[in-house]
């Protein structure tokens, strides 16, 4: 990642419109007398009228004013944006029941149209999946703890039995009372090949591919999918999951090939948001762990943005391998450091 040192490597952050650039330093425009962010919407200046200064002070002692689109001076669209999200979320999770949209927009203080599109931008799911998942980690939790199916139905803020039966299914990825059970009688179907990082494991439910594991012992990856689903059904898969497996192992193998499989991902509402940051990094670039708590308004949560990619359970398809320490070092990858460096090799040669 760029550090925009020099002026070339601003003129053409300003030419992109890099949002990655704001913060990094600020440009004005002789012929106007303004001063902007790297991704301003405005008209791009022609270079012989550009500045560069490193912060709005700089800017505004050599006689330059705020631009009133990008509002330079200001906290940034985006920081507004990641407030006004955050807003909502806590409404969310200390809401008896699911707040209305109109609710929702109205704590974020956006209009419903402009909330939503907001919303779903910053997070990656809309504002009633993002309230569904919370609730389905209630439930979890409550199912967890030992208590009644019914007790754990109304602490996560259904108000009746058939609202929350009817969602169920999609919550847990089976009844309440085998979730409670450690998952007895769901089958989960699952195979192990091999890839040039060693042993690969794939399993789905009926809903989409529950894991991908690493490793180079084939039986310890198996033992670890027993120990997620205890009491599970585990179920070898056929010629046609297989097909599956040798998906998996070729994106793998080859980055640019793309990976777009259906997914049953179960995390809590904090995980779930870190594993929608990490899909939205593209292949061949990276992020810091403190750029993803920042990108979920969470710039104090580093650490937990750590314990959060340390449990992904979905190797390269959530691809925490491109979450890197802020010097650009690598560091805390579930299937090992080398794994980790050698899929970015093969990313950034994609």
Known sequence: MTDYATADERWQAVMRRDRSADGHFYYSVATTGVYCRPSCAARRPLRANVRFHRDPEAAERAGFRPCQRCRPNGPGLERAHAAAVARACR?????????????????????????HRVFKAMTGVTPRQYASQHRAQRVRAGLRGGGTVTAAIYDAGFNSNGRFYAAASDMLGMTPRRYRAGGPGAAIRFAVGQCSLGAILVAATEKGVAAILLGDDPAKLVEELQDRFPKADLVGGDRAFERLVATVVGFVETPAAGLDLPLDVR???????????????PAGATAT??????????????????????????AVAIPCHRVVRHDGGL??????????RELLRREAAS
């Open 91 to 115: 409404l969310i999770a200390t809401a008896e029941e699911l707040p209305s949209l109109a609710a929702l927009a109205e704590a974020a203080g956006l209009s419903r149209f402009h909330f």
């Open 267 to 281: 995390g809590t509402a904090f995980q779930q948001q870190v594993w929608q940051a990490l899909r939205r990094i």
């Open 289 to 314: 762990y403190g750029e993803i708590a920042r990108r979920i308004d969470r710039p104090e949560a580093v650490r937990a943005v750590g314990q959060a990619c340390a449990a992904n359970p979905l």
């Open 331 to 340: 560091s805390g990858y579930r299937w090992g450091i080398e794994r980790k």
